[in-house]
């Protein structure tokens, strides 16, 4: 394991911690003693995300993270929280069997999981998703949130 700080190969595990999806690594490099976390994810087969438009590309859990972010985005949601959110929906793809999705399926498990954890984020990512064309669409959404419409 390469240290981000210096680039040196030594380093050591101070501590390990096994969470569901991954396990956390706290290390320490021997040269410069820079402290950093590191995961460790078991890697799954490859899902693919059928698009709109018939396009395959790779799943990306990043690309998920950045729309979770966007969303989030000053409200008091955390890193943590957002990194489980984006293992959830990974966990449910796997769950399910199969290799492919279309992407309204990931939009889907997303909006369903951000309902849960932020309603205002849940809206952000529902107008952008949903392409809300005008305030009366908004009023819906948030009516059927206000009325517990889970």
């Keep these: ?6 680039r040196v190969g030594e380093t050591r595990v ?13 290390r320490e490099c021997f040269a410069c003693r820079h402290r950093f976390t590191t995961y460790e994810r078991i890697e799954a087969a490859r899902l ?7 396009r395959r590309e ?13 969303a989030c985005e000053k409200r008091p949601v955390s890193e943590t929280a957002m990194q489980e959110t984006a293992d959830g929906v990974l966990r449910e793809l796997h769950a399910r069997g199969e290799n ?17 954890l932020d309603k205002v984020a849940y809206i952000r990512f529902a107008s952008v998703y949903r392409s809300f064309e005008d305030l009366s669409s908004f009023q819906a959404e948030i009516a059927e949130l206000s009325s517990g419409g889970e």
């Design 48 to 54: 693919f995300i059928v698009k709109k438009d018939g």
């Design 14 to 26: 101070i501590d390990s911690r096994d969470d569901e999806s991954a396990i956390r690594r706290r």
């Design 100 to 116: 492919e999705y279309p992407s309204s399926l990931v939009g889907e498990l997303l909006m369903d999981a951000l309902k849960k």
């Design 58 to 70: 790779p799943y990306s859990r990043e690309k998920l993270l950045a729309g979770l972010r966007r």
């Design 1 to 6: 394991m390469l240290c981000p700080l210096c």
